[in-house]
């Protein structure tokens, strides 16, 4: 190892123009003065509290004999001022006790130096890293972006400051979940584009640790809610009653999503009414016509600074009339057996109509063991068997207003039973024979007829023509026209099929035609 003392000497003499100066004797060497004050040691902790004390020790392996060493402590790169000093005169190793400041944290370094002797240069120690920790106090949290309460999509911007600490790390958390790293920057939370999901109590958490065993935490907690915005809101009325002729809409306003309040309102081109609720829906009464258009509706919702707006409804309700019309299609299982049949009821008019089915006159609710209702209002009501024994019966539907029962319009009544359903594929056949029946009959008359004709030269036609014109008369409608006159077939089906009185004769043709319908057309079977 080396070191270089200097030394300069001057020596003058007291001629004004010669100024001898002897500068000079610059040596290195190993052995040296400086052999006398070795390198000192500098040890204690590496981690101290700050306002604890905390004991540092300067130690020089090779001491100057009967000189006083001087040991001073410094933060490394500034030598103006020392942390602690102490006077070594028997070579005895220097304890710097000291108060830790937060600034002491850094590199230290002891530096030997002989006391009266300036010409030995002072000696520097190894480097000593000390981490000054000083415990967090009283976090807080600040919202930077303003409001504790507000409406999605805005932006939520807090801090967590704490009054005292360092090495702090931050911890956040929202209802005790902790919040995704990609909020969190240091002491700052950011979420860009909040909704309701981000409501809640957020809490940080300052905390250090000292000697990796003590912790130190402080926590502090602010209560954050952001609004949801009221969505478009939904407009329906129904109608009320209010005495034998006058009538009333109750119109229901409602959002799906919102925070209250909400103001709702309601426009007839221009504002009827307008409400703040604590709800998300309004109920709004207008007066009303039977069969009249009154013109359009529209609700408002609104509680942040934009309004939603429902669809315009037109304000029209027509009372139900008549017929109510009845028809039935079934499916086949096994063995082309009836499984299933089904009934539509539907009439002619109404806007509110209400639908129900009876079974020998007795109300059937919306599901049973052996059927269902299938209601499409305002359209239809679909009404689904499936056939056994306890489905036999008679049935029919009514329909009245649905705010006005005494309207009620009753539908044609049916009779069903299992084994003469499945009689029917029987009944198709006697159609069928009984219309190429009746299609023989009417090709003899016609040939009857023709022959009468062309004995009397009665018009110009050919017995062809005629026949060709008879046949085609009686083409398409014959199903019809046989089952009208056919005796025979009426009194089948009333022993048959129609077994109950109200069962009337001139459904019949409704049958026929149904099963006509059916079987010409099974594609269109669901
Ligand atoms: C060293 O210098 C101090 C003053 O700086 C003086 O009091 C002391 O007596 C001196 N000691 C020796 C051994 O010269
Ligand atoms: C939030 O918005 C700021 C600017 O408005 C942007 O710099 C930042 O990346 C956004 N943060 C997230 C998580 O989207
Ligand atoms: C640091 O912790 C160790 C045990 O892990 C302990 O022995 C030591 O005394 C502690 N130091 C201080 C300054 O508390
Ligand atoms: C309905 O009446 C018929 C007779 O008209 C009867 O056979 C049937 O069992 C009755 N059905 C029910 C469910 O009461
Ligand atoms: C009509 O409805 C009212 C109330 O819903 C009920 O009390 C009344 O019995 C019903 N009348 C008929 C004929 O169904």
Redesign the pocket.
Known sequence: MYSCTKGISFSSRMFPSLFVVILGLCYCSEENSESSLGIPRLYGPSEALVKTIAEFNCELLTYPD???VLLQLFKAGNRDNFLAEYTSLDGEIAAFPMIIKLHYEGNLECVARL??NSNVEPTVSNIHHLRVVEPVRDARIEVLSGRVEFFEGETLELRCKVSAGNHVSYKWLLNDQLVSHSHVHGEILVINRTTSKDSGSYMCVATNIFNKTKVFNSSSTEIITVKDMVSHPDISFTVSKEDSHSYSAMVTCQSTKGTPPITFSIYMTELVASTITQERNAKFKVPLVLGEHLGWLQCQARNADQTAYSAWIRLEVVPVSGPVMIHYDYDFGENYAVTIVRFYCKAAEGSLPRYQWFLNKTLLHDRGSFYYVDHQPPEQSILVLSVSRSSAGTYHCEVSDSFDNTTAINSKRWYLDKEELNRLPVLVVVVVFGCFTALLLVVTICCWVGVVFRRRRYGGKSLVALEMDRMVDAGEPDLKDFTDDADVVKTASDVEFDQASEASVDEWPQIEEEKTTIEDEPAEEP
């Open positions: 009967g000189e006083p006391r009266n």
